[in-house]
């Protein structure tokens, strides 16, 4: 090696250790970059909570972000609420562990139990074991009510919207009863219906008349005409659906890992302890149109499950 050569590489080490004096390693991940805006710790524990998008994005801001603060209190650890953009994306995030405790719909509760190994059901609203659909139409449709399901076939040949593709209430229970009275999907104006992503959109779409008919969750009917939202010169109830089960929280796995073994017995508590008589928690009762929570078991769902197979939404 020539004195040039030696002397050049003597050179860059004494910069290379000069550099590495002057600038101090990063932190580990976890620690704090700077005094004024520290990181988490990497072992801070969240639970992370998420519900199928069926109303407008603002109610349920409003109704988890009230939630989360209760079950913060409630469990002793930080909550937050992430919402997702469809009932789909609510499943994936269940599935990839982004999501540890959802509000389901009856069919994507089983599509998620389904798909996560170990998830449980673990507690419902009172008015879920009873849950029912109503089919509505715009009033130019001059389509008159009826009691009975085989008054269904007056919607052939009328453009129809269900909620989201995966909605229990909004498409898998209303189709159920559709085939029941001999309507199949290409009976529609068209030759198929639509679909309008949640139940508030329904409602706006058929009172517009961009749908004559559609069909959505009675509750969230309800809700809307207490609320002076239902223009009933321009939209109404055609028929109310039989009954079946629907909502229900679940719970991923994951949690015990993080949280310990009894965690899932702990939230599931937290739920049942909702009382109307306190202010703070019958304003969450109110937001979820219940009076209160009750335990839920995988064998209420058994014939969702089935519809859910017999329509394609669940393989």
């Given at each position: 090696?020539?004195?040039?050569?030696?002397?050049?590489?003597?050179?860059?080490?004494?910069?290379?250790?000069?550099?590495?004096?002057?600038?101090?390693?990063?932190?580990?991940?976890?620690?704090?970059?700077?005094?004024?805006?520290?990181?988490?710790?990497?072992?801070?524990?969240?639970?992370?909570?998420?519900?199928?998008?069926?109303?407008?994005?603002?109610?349920?801001?409003?109704?988890?972000?009230?939630?989360?603060?209760?079950?913060?209190?409630?469990?002793?650890?930080?909550?937050?609420?992430?919402?997702?953009?469809?009932?789909?994306?609510?499943?994936?995030?269940?599935?990839?562990?982004?999501?540890?405790?959802?509000?389901?719909?009856?069919?994507?509760?089983?599509?998620?139990?389904?798909?996560?190994?170990?998830?449980?059901?673990?507690?419902?609203?009172?008015?879920?074991?009873?849950?029912?659909?109503?089919?509505?139409?715009?009033?130019?449709?001059?389509?008159?009510?009826?009691?009975?399901?085989?008054?269904?076939?007056?919607?052939?040949?009328?453009?129809?919207?269900?909620?989201?593709?995966?909605?229990?209430?909004?498409?898998?229970?209303?189709?159920?009863?559709?085939?029941?009275?001999?309507?199949?999907?290409?009976?529609?104006?068209?030759?198929?219906?639509?679909?309008?992503?949640?139940?508030?959109?329904?409602?706006?779409?058929?009172?517009?008349?961009?749908?004559?008919?559609?069909?959505?969750?009675?509750?969230?009917?309800?809700?809307?005409?207490?609320?002076?939202?239902?223009?009933?010169?321009?939209?109404?109830?055609?028929?109310?659906?039989?009954?079946?089960?629907?909502y229900h929280w679940v719970i991923n796995p994951g949690v015990?890992?993080?949280?310990?073994?009894?965690?899932?017995?702990?939230?599931?508590?937290?739920?049942?302890?909702?009382?109307?008589?306190?202010a703070e928690q019958k304003a969450i009762l109110d937001l979820?149109?219940?009076?209160?929570?009750?335990?839920?078991?995988?064998?209420?769902?058994?014939?969702?499950?089935?519809?859910?197979r017999e329509i394609g939404k669940i393989k």
């Amino acid at each position: 090696m020539t004195q040039k050569r030696i002397s050049g590489l003597a050179t860059a080490l004494l910069l290379l250790s000069v550099t590495a004096c002057s600038n101090p390693p990063s932190p580990p991940v976890g620690q704090a970059t700077t005094a004024a805006t520290p990181a988490a710790p990497k072992d801070q524990k969240v639970l992370t909570i998420g519900a199928i998008p069926d109303q407008e994005p603002e109610k349920l801001q409003r109704l988890y972000g009230q939630l989360a603060s209760y079950l913060s209190k409630e469990l002793g650890v930080q909550v937050v609420y992430k919402p997702v953009t469809d009932y789909t994306a609510a499943v994936t995030a269940f599935k990839v562990g982004d999501l540890d405790l959802v509000w389901f719909g009856g069919l994507t509760g089983v599509q998620a139990r389904l798909q996560v190994p170990g998830a449980e059901a673990i507690a419902q609203r009172s008015i879920d074991e009873k849950f029912t659909s109503v089919f509505i139409a715009n009033t130019a449709a001059n389509i008159p009510p009826f009691q009975d399901i085989q008054g269904l076939a007056a919607l052939k040949g009328k453009n129809f919207t269900f909620g989201s593709e995966t909605s229990t209430s909004g498409r898998l229970m209303p189709q159920h009863f559709l085939a029941q009275a001999g309507v199949k999907l290409e009976d529609f104006k068209g030759g198929q219906p639509g679909f309008s992503k949640n139940h508030d959109a329904t409602i706006e779409l058929v009172t517009a008349g961009t749908y004559e008919t559609g069909v959505l969750s009675q509750k969230v009917w309800a809700k809307n005409l207490a609320d002076g939202k239902i223009a009933a010169d321009k939209v109404q109830v055609l028929f109310e659906t039989p009954t079946y089960f629907d909502y229900h929280w679940v719970i991923n796995p994951g949690v015990k890992d993080r949280f310990g073994p009894e965690f899932g017995a702990k939230v599931k508590a937290a739920f049942l302890k909702l009382d109307p008589a306190v202010a703070e928690q019958k304003a969450i009762l109110d937001l979820f149109t219940a009076d209160k929570f009750i335990e839920t078991k995988p064998e209420n769902y058994v014939t969702i499950e089935q519809i859910g197979r017999e329509i394609g939404k669940i393989k």
